[in-house]
């Protein structure tokens, strides 16, 4: 699970690079509108990038505390924060894509 995490992450902080090369942190004058636009697609994919990862992260947490967790109550209750978030980024990602469908915001 760690590695995966970490996996993830390492790809968001290239997306995160690369954003920065094409305007990311500028104002939007300064950056001409080409690269204005493939920066902004390259935040549109790095945003479920990173909303994975701090998932993978929460998720790797869970699964050590489960090893040491001794009573049945603490595993449930692990468990149900560990389900909780992975419904909850599930959700958030759908939201969003169909948040970007209903506005027309992608660059496709």
Do not use: E, W
């Amino acid at each position: 699970m760690i590695t995966l995490t970490m996996a993830v992450s390492i790809v968001g902080f290239a997306l995160t690079v690369v954003q920065a090369n094409n305007g990311a942190g500028r104002h939007r004058g300064d950056v001409p509108p080409d690269t204005y636009q493939y920066g902004l697609f390259i935040n549109f994919i790095n945003q479920p990038v990173y909303l994975f990862a701090i998932c993978f992260v929460k998720l790797a947490v869970g699964a050590a505390l489960m090893r040491i967790a001794t009573k049945r109550i603490y595993k449930r209750a692990v468990m149900g924060v560990m389900g909780f978030m992975l419904f909850y980024t599930v959700a958030c990602f759908f939201v969003s894509a169909l948040a970007s469908l209903l506005l027309n915001t992608t660059i496709c």
